[in-house]
């Protein structure tokens, strides 16, 4: 069982920048896929971005595309999710995800450990 807990997360103006941090319990972590999903009061979890097991290969949702970065440290166990120009829409509940195969995936159902969650909130 891979535990995963975010961090990070705030309340910020639209431009700013926020840092989500995911530190994962499993030692075989680079082992494992990862990916940050959001969602937003009312709103179906969405995929945002993923990042394969080495970090080499990484895939975005059109709507963060140049604005979110998404890395992993292998030695740290830890992925992370650079934000930046946020905007309102923005806005969500960010969870973190992990996925027992090294390649990606943007499916929901391809991942089978996930965080709690970190609020994110973009005032205008």
């Known amino acids: 069982q891979v535990q995963l807990v975010e961090s990070g997360g705030g309340l910020v103006q639209a431009g700013d920048s926020l840092r989500l941090s995911c530190a994962a319990s499993?030692?075989?972590?680079?082992?494992?896929?990862m990916a940050w999903f959001r969602q937003a009061p009312g709103k179906e979890r969405e995929f945002v971005a993923a990042?394969?097991?080495?970090?080499?290969?990484?895939i975005y949702t059109n709507s963060v595309k140049g604005r979110f970065t998404i890395s992993r440290d292998n030695a740290k166990n830890t992925v992370y999710l650079q934000m930046n120009s946020l905007k309102p829409e923005d806005t969500a509940v960010y969870y973190c995800?992990?996925?027992?195969?090294?390649?990606?995936?943007?499916?929901?159902?391809?991942?089978?450990?996930w965080g709690q969650g970190t609020q994110v909130t973009v005032s205008s």
């Open positions: 995800a992990a996925r027992r195969y090294t390649v990606t995936s943007l499916f929901r159902s391809d991942y089978d450990y």
């Open positions: 990042i394969s097991g080495s970090g080499g290969s990484t």
């Open positions: 499993e030692s075989t972590f680079s082992r494992y896929a």
